[in-house]
């Protein structure tokens, strides 16, 4: 009797092998998914936040130089100019302090866009 017994759990670890293993398998591989996602994540936002400050740098720059040189030669003209230009300032600074994962990121972007074409 402990013979049966004893070959009929050998029976069901053979059988049960391919569960137990495709288990074992599918959490190692989701182990190794969900950190290879977050790898890939980092990377992907380091990349794209990267070229979203070097954009954002480069309007800043644009505008203040702009500002310097106009401020030589005061006038109605150029007064609205400077206007527009202390307007694009005020959105990039004030855009600088907030929290970069905050949901209307892309939109306040796209003001900032719009507002440095228009001022060019």
């Not at 069901?12 to 996602?37: K, L, N, T």
């Not at 206007?83 to 905050?102: C, E, F, H, N, W």
Request: hydrophobic share 30%; proline share 1%.
């Amino acid at each position: 009797v402990a013979t049966a017994s004893a070959s009929s759990d050998m029976f069901d670890e053979i059988v049960m092998a391919e569960e137990r293993f495709h288990g074992e398998g599918y959490q190692e591989g989701y182990a190794e998914g969900s950190h290879a996602g977050v790898v890939e994540g980092r990377r992907y936002g380091s990349l794209h936040g990267a070229k979203i400050g070097s954009e954002i740098g480069c309007y800043l720059g644009f505008a203040l130089t702009w500002q310097c040189l106009l401020q030589k030669c005061m006038d109605e003209k150029n007064s609205k100019k400077i206007r527009a230009l202390d307007s694009l300032v005020g959105m990039i600074q004030k855009k600088k302090k907030k929290d970069p994962t905050y949901d209307k990121l892309q939109e306040d972007l796209e003001k900032i866009r719009k507002k440095k074409k228009k001022v060019c």
